[in-house]
């Protein structure tokens, strides 16, 4: 009598197909939370979820911008940076030439010495505006026309509700109220220590101005010579007086714009931080 033994086949086996296919789905599984670990990205691909992936890619792409905007922003408070160090050691050296005009009031004094000292003060203040550069960038020196619509920093990265794009930026306003935000001015009346208006606006009889542009010389530079009358010192004063509060004010505006870039960047650091979190 003969006895038969049942095989059963695993490909038949349910059990065993059953066991086989949660083994599967369980080793699926930890390898996407391994991709998750390692990535941080629950959507790595368009298959996992396509209107996440679509956002995801977005917001990549708005952080790389962002990153750009960083940069951006640091070569602006650099160049911000630049121009109030500038600005505040030239307000110290116009102050000093005060101080020089106000002691050659005094009598017995020798105006070519002390116009000697004024000169070298000059030339410091030339110096110092000159070498108030960043990357070819002088906020303290009009050149031409074209520098009038004053410099820009990329302050920011930002899409609108309809996905459209807008960079944002602040500028530098170099002419204020008749052009006094920067020092110099190489071609026309604007500037600080370029500029008439400021002997205009204390009645001088003179037209003084600290220094001549390179290619604007028709106005009287304070200068002393033996001839020089007190009231024509005295006006001096008051000139070099109006030039240091314009001086101050432009500081001012320097300091106002270099926090305001700083907060900008700060503020662009935290949303790309939140967008690579996303």
């Given at each position: 009598?003969?006895?038969?033994?049942?095989?059963?086949?695993?490909?038949?086996?349910?059990?065993?197909?059953?066991?086989?296919?949660?083994?599967r789905a369980i080793s699926a599984a930890r390898t996407d939370k391994?991709?998750?670990?390692?990535?941080?990205?629950?959507?790595?691909?368009?298959?996992?979820?396509?209107?996440?992936?679509?956002?995801?890619?977005?917001?990549?792409?708005?952080?790389?911008?962002?990153?750009?905007?960083?940069?951006?922003?640091?070569?602006?408070?650099?160049?911000?940076?630049?121009?109030?160090?500038?600005?505040?050691?030239?307000?110290?050296?116009?102050?000093?030439?005060?101080?020089?005009?106000?002691?050659?009031?005094?009598?017995?004094?020798?105006?070519?010495?002390?116009?000697?000292?004024?000169?070298?003060?000059?030339?410091?203040?030339?110096?110092?505006?000159?070498?108030?550069?960043?990357?070819?960038?002088?906020?303290?020196?009009?050149?031409?026309?074209?520098?009038?619509?004053?410099?820009?920093?990329?302050?920011?990265?930002?899409?609108?509700?309809?996905?459209?794009?807008?960079?944002?930026?602040?500028?530098?306003?170099?002419?204020?109220?008749?052009?006094?935000?920067?020092?110099?001015?190489?071609?026309?009346?604007?500037?600080?220590?370029?500029?008439?208006?400021?002997?205009?606006?204390?009645?001088?009889?003179?037209?003084?101005?600290?220094?001549?542009?390179?290619?604007?010389?028709?106005?009287?530079?304070?200068?002393?010579?033996?001839?020089?009358?007190?009231?024509?010192?005295?006006?001096?004063?008051?000139?070099?007086?109006?030039?240091?509060?314009?001086?101050?004010?432009?500081?001012?505006?320097?300091?106002?714009?270099?926090?305001?870039?700083?907060?900008?960047?700060?503020?662009?650091?935290?949303?790309?931080?939140?967008?690579?979190?996303?």
């Amino acid at each position: 009598m003969s006895s038969e033994v049942a095989v059963t086949s695993i490909i038949t086996n349910t059990g065993a197909v059953s066991a086989v296919d949660h083994l599967r789905a369980i080793s699926a599984a930890r390898t996407d939370k391994q991709q998750e670990v390692a990535t941080g990205l629950r959507v790595k691909e368009a298959k996992d979820n396509s209107a996440y992936w679509s956002i995801a890619t977005i917001m990549k792409s708005d952080t790389r911008a962002l990153s750009a905007a960083r940069d951006a922003l640091d070569f602006g408070t650099a160049a911000a940076d630049t121009a109030s160090l500038g600005m505040k050691m030239a307000i110290d050296v116009v102050d000093e030439i005060k101080k020089k005009l106000l002691n050659s009031l005094e009598r017995g004094i020798s105006h070519d010495k002390v116009n000697y000292e004024i000169t070298e003060l000059k030339e410091e203040l030339r110096s110092l505006a000159e070498s108030s550069n960043f990357n070819g960038v002088n906020w303290l020196i009009r050149k031409s026309a074209a520098d009038d619509r004053g410099p820009e920093v990329v302050s920011g990265f930002g899409r609108s509700a309809d996905g459209t794009v807008a960079v944002q930026t602040l500028t530098f306003d170099r002419q204020a109220d008749y052009g006094t935000n920067h020092l110099i001015d190489e071609d026309s009346n604007t500037g600080i220590l370029t500029n008439a208006t400021f002997a205009t606006d204390v009645g001088a009889a003179t037209d003084w101005v600290l220094i001549h542009g390179k290619n604007q010389t028709l106005h009287t530079e304070i200068a002393l010579t033996a001839s020089t009358t007190q009231d024509q010192i005295e006006e001096m004063v008051k000139v070099t007086d109006q030039m240091l509060l314009a001086m101050t004010d432009a500081s001012a505006d320097l300091g106002s714009l270099a926090a305001r870039i700083g907060m900008q960047k700060d503020f662009a650091y935290d949303l790309g931080a939140s967008n690579t979190k996303g």
